[in-house]
């Protein structure tokens, strides 16, 4: 595999996206299918850039919640992480889980308090870059490694463009 190219996110964007959980560490990219799981979400990001350090993020997962908010017996609920307006001082990050939550589960809670969504540029301090074509698309896939979650991977989908005669 090749090196990846550095991408930097748009000062403001809205996408759909399907992510999937893979609980196998030993299942890691770059994937010439995507490995079976019943575990995966629909969703979408919405982002705005309003200075070098004021940011506003809301992230969407329709189906399934991400999985990082222990003890859930299951993750089968959807949620929405929320940053206004956050600056690396002063942002607070909140999470809405929808009404399929467990009992146990608050409908809203606060998640980071100073937190703000990541630059447009954060792929850049990614320890690992690749690019790989073995989906038969070209993906450039930046990877960090969390302890607790095992590799986080963001994906860019290499499109051919199309020359306009």
């Known amino acids: 595999s090749a090196p990846a ?5 748009p000062n403001d964007f809205v996408v759909e996206w399907t992510m999937y959980f893979i609980a196998n560490m030993s299942l890691t990219p770059p994937y010439t299918s995507i490995p079976p799981t019943p575990n995966f979400t629909t ?29 859930f017996q299951g993750n089968d609920f959807g949620c929405s992480f929320i940053n206004a307006n956050a600056g690396p001082s002063n942002g607070t990050s909140y999470v809405l889980f929808d009404h399929r939550r467990p009992p146990s589960v608050p409908a809203c809670c606060i998640i980071g308090r100073p937190f703000h969504p990541p630059p447009p540029d954060f792929a850049h301090s990614m320890p690992v870059r690749y690019r790989d074509r073995g989906t038969g698309s070209m993906v450039d896939w930046n990877v960090v490694w969390d302890k607790d979650a095992g590799p986080v991977s963001y994906t860019h989908l290499t499109l051919p463009t199309k020359r306009i005669v």
């Open 5 to 9: 190219e550095l991408h930097t996110w």
């Open 43 to 71: 969703g979408r990001t919405h982002y705005h850039v309003s200075s070098d350090s004021v940011r506003s993020m809301r992230e969407t997962y329709d189906q399934r919640c991400i999985p990082v908010f222990p003890p």
